[in-house]
């Protein structure tokens, strides 16, 4: 049982001050230093702590459900994966922000991972941080493929797959059966200009639209991808670490990530450095200063660019993911959660966020920050890439539809022009309790 208040001293006497749990997803520990943070700047009136939940996205889902579905008033903060608001939405899980506390938390951030905590027209979270995939690429590679990569130039799918194929280098993706390899097949479907639900506010009476021209043309960009050349060899497995590492191989030549893949190759550096001026040998120095030159050199031929298009003359929209910081619907102490969703979620805390852990901000002036756009040198194409993102569905039946979707698409080689059609049909019959998962 979660303890509820902590008597703290002050002015000769006890008082009872209100504890505040965050259930936060795994990170560095900066969720848990800006939980400090905030307790510090609310003068005495709670403390916020933490509490872990499982690494990955699927179990922090199935914890939460099963507290909250027992009415669990321990929950006053979480820390939720963008594609569930939905769902705990309509389960009546969260509380509602009202429409003045709507406006005071919600200003200057950028539309898209505000539409990511709106169900049925009502802010349900506050967005707390915000993600997006560039296209990344070696700019030796490009240069002898002959791509024209200059800023604002769209690069086009079958121009990536090519390029790879021409150079013998590999096209790195996330297509395990897993969240990742849904958030490419939704960005596919979207840069075509399609959607994976007609109405996905319907419920569970909504209606696929992957039987659709955007769902053909993304089924053939993953089958081309599949059985091409370009393809990674543990392509059918692969996630982000696996494309990071397979990008930083011998063959590595273009890759579709998160910017956590730009801060870690920084980091690197750092720690290159640091180690540099502790050495005390000529040998050590020596070594690490080979080390530090290789990974210059390594930084230097780093290029990105906006996410791949799918049809010609038509912008892509770039995957979106992100937290964003709800409050329990069972919480005693609604007020200060809503005051400390403040604290966490202002622009100073979302610039630490995203200095110490590679995560986007939600709110557009961050981008400015000289120190932003020191540690991030495409911080203006992120924050474009963020505005025009588009979300998984927003639906209360997410954990169905992805889950289908991802077994009809699995694996990439196995693709056809009839997946998309199947999907949908499985979508449907797993909603109207005709098919289990």
């Given at each position: 049982m979660l303890v509820g208040a902590v008597a703290v001293a002050g002015c000769g006497a006890e008082s009872s001050v209100p504890i505040l749990t965050w259930y936060i997803n795994p990170d560095d520990g900066t969720q848990a230093k800006l939980a400090e943070i905030c307790t510090d700047q609310s003068g005495g009136r709670y403390?916020?702590?933490?509490?872990?939940?499982?690494?990955d996205s699927t179990s922090q889902r199935e914890q939460l459900v099963r507290r909250l579905a027992a009415s669990d008033s321990g929950i006053d903060l979480m820390s939720l994966d963008?594609?569930?608001?939905?769902?705990?939405?309509?389960?009546?899980?969260?509380r509602q922000f009202g429409a003045s506390e709507r406006a005071r938390l919600t200003t200057g951030m950028l539309d898209g991972p505000l539409a990511s905590a709106v169900w049925d027209g009502k802010l349900f979270a506050v967005p707390f941080n915000t993600n997006t995939q560039l296209l990344w690429?070696?700019?030796?590679?490009?240069?002898?493929?002959?791509?024209?990569?200059?800023?604002?130039?769209?690069?086009?799918?079958?121009?990536?797959?090519?390029?790879?194929?021409?150079?013998?280098?590999?096209?790195q993706v996330q297509a395990s059966r897993y969240e990742g390899y849904m958030v490419l097949i939704n960005a596919l479907v979207a840069s075509a200009g399609?959607?994976?639900?007609?109405?996905?506010?319907?419920?569970r009476d909504v209606q696929p639209a992957l039987a659709s021209p955007a769902g053909e043309k993304?089924?053939?960009?993953?089958?081309?991808?599949?059985?091409?050349?370009?393809?990674?060899?543990?392509?059918?497995?692969s996630n982000e670490g696996t494309a990071q590492a397979g990008f930083l191989a011998k063959d590595g030549g273009f890759m579709i990530n998160w910017p956590f893949v730009y801060t870690a190759e920084s980091a690197a550096l750092k720690?290159?450095?640091?180690?540099?001026?502790?050495?005390?040998?000529?040998?050590?120095?020596?070594?690490?200063?080979?080390a530090i030159a290789d990974q210059e050199a390594r930084m230097d031929d780093f290029g990105w660019t906006r996410w791949p298009s799918v049809v010609p003359g038509r912008p892509s929209a770039p995957p979106l993911g992100g937290i964003n910081i709800a409050i329990g619907a069972f919480t005693k102490h609604p007020d200060d959660a809503v005051d400390a969703v403040r604290c966490?979620?202002?622009?100073?805390?979302q610039k630490t966020?995203?200095?110490?852990?590679?995560?986007?901000?939600?709110?557009?002036?961050?981008?400015?920050?000289?120190?932003?756009?020191?540690?991030?040198?495409?911080?203006?194409?992120?924050?474009?890439?963020?505005a025009e993102a588009v979300p998984r569905p927003i639906t209360p039946y997410y954990p169905d539809i992805t889950a289908a979707i991802q077994r009809t698409w699995h694996p990439p080689a196995s693709v056809t022009m009839r997946t998309p059609g199947e999907s949908a049909e499985l979508i449907m019959a797993v909603l109207h309790d005709r098919r289990l998962l």
């Open positions: 403390h916020i702590r933490t509490a872990l939940l499982p690494r963008v594609p569930y608001l939905a769902e705990f939405a309509n389960a009546g899980f969260v690429y070696r700019k030796s590679v490009a240069a002898r493929a002959g791509l024209d990569v200059r800023p604002h130039t769209s690069l086009m799918w079958a121009q990536v797959i090519e390029a790879a194929e021409r150079t013998g280098t590999t096209v399609g959607a994976i639900l007609e109405n996905p506010e319907a419920g993304a089924a053939g960009i993953i089958r081309t991808l599949g059985r091409s050349k370009a393809a990674s060899a543990d392509l059918n497995t720690g290159l450095a640091a180690q540099f001026g502790a050495a005390t040998s000529d040998a050590a120095r020596s070594k690490l200063r080979k966490l979620t202002s622009a100073e805390s966020y995203m200095l110490s852990e590679g995560l986007l901000s939600t709110i557009q002036s961050v981008y400015d920050d000289p120190d932003i756009q020191k540690a991030f040198p495409m911080a203006d194409l992120l924050r474009q890439s963020v």
